[in-house]
């Protein structure tokens, strides 16, 4: 069975930095597009970013220049910068087997497999 799991959540200060991992387990595919999602309370599940295969990454306007996604192996990073108090969510990791040079996606509806998520909470 294929699973992913999140760690490194816990709480920080508006400005701090936090590094977030996912770790790919029980690969079945040689390629997996992988992502990065987060659900504050009482909002829809959003991408934030994300890494196909192939080429090329993919960042919600929200965090773009601030989060990053460094992959090594079997495992996706989200360093993530200057963060604010509005950055305070549940965050999961997501992936999805498929051929290479798949696009990353944003989308949640575009990955099966899923982590229980890990919280972030940033205080002002």
């Known amino acids: 069975q294929v699973t992913v799991a999140e760690s490194g959540g816990g709480p920080v200060q508006a400005g701090g930095s936090l590094n977030l991992s996912c770790a790919l387990s029980?690969?079945?595919?040689?390629?997996?597009?992988m992502g990065w999602f987060r659900q504050g309370p009482g909002k829809e599940r959003v991408g934030i970013a994300a890494?196909?295969?192939?080429?090329g990454t993919a960042y919600a306007d929200s965090v773009k220049g601030r989060f990053t996604i460094p992959k090594d192996k079997n495992t996706l990073y989200l360093q993530m910068t200057r963060l604010r108090p509005e950055d305070s969510a549940l965050y999961y990791c997501?992936?999805?087997?498929?051929?290479?040079?798949?696009?990353?996606?944003?989308?949640?509806?575009?990955?099966?497999?899923w982590g229980q998520g890990t919280q972030v909470t940033v205080s002002s």
């Open positions: 997501a992936a999805q087997g498929g051929p290479l040079g798949a696009l990353p996606k944003l989308k949640p509806s575009s990955y099966s497999i």
């Open positions: 890494l196909g295969t192939g080429e």
């Open positions: 029980g690969n079945r595919y040689s390629t997996y597009s």
